[in-house]
């Protein structure tokens, strides 16, 4: 008996198919020749969507990853024509919008913003995630390695860079002015989310200069939607510290 499962595994080699496919066509149905070619042809295009969502997903750096019921934003305040559904549905993107992201910390914007990275890759768009200070020391160790280009060769595979924690410490001198000379470079080209817990006249405190922070603060909202998180510390607020306060503050008034 012929061996069709090495030959079919050969002719997807040469037509640059996935190897699985000939495990699926030993065992695809189809009531004709047509119909079990067009769903091999099917399930291998599902195939290769799933793998490059899996591919988007591990290749952005997300820290953890977060589904949108986990999301509350109840305590989140949203500009007008602006809520968690367009966020989800990537409008910012479409429309060519940076987001920021302000409020104190453990208020979630890590959380959206991953949760919105997560939905970009299963929409096939590349997403880059960085604490900020992370990638500050990434710029400044290229630069001095001679290995910038290859960092924002990198950086520029992503069309979402999401940058977490900024301003939470002062940053090397270098490393800021090349975190501004790369967002300046990707200025309407790409779309940046950024987390703070800064008002933007505090940035300088962080990055040192002036007039470079005034420019960085007006390409950032040349076209920006900017989500304000005035709730408490969602992380202290759920700690078990806070769980057995709780617990001895019910043991004493119950004497």
Known sequence: MVDYRERIAACCKQLRLSSSLAERAMTQKGKTNQEFLYKLFENEIAYRKDTRITKLQNSAGFPKRYSVDQFNPD???????????SLINLEFHDRGENVIMYGGTGTGKTMLSIIIGIEACRRGIPVRFYRTAGLINLFTESHNNGTLSTLKKKLNTAEIIILDE????????TGSQLLFDYLSEIHEQKQVILNTNL??????????????????????????????FPGGNNRLRESTINISADRNSKAVANG
């Open 166 to 173: 900024f301003g939470y410490v002062p940053y090397d001198r």
């Open 75 to 85: 305590e989140v305040v949203f500009p007008e024509e602006v809520s968690l559904e």
């Open 199 to 228: 008002e933007f006249s505090q940035w300088v405190n962080v990055l040192y200069d002036q007039r470079m922070t005034t420019a960085l603060i007006g390409r950032l909202t040349h076209h920006v939607e900017l989500i304000l």
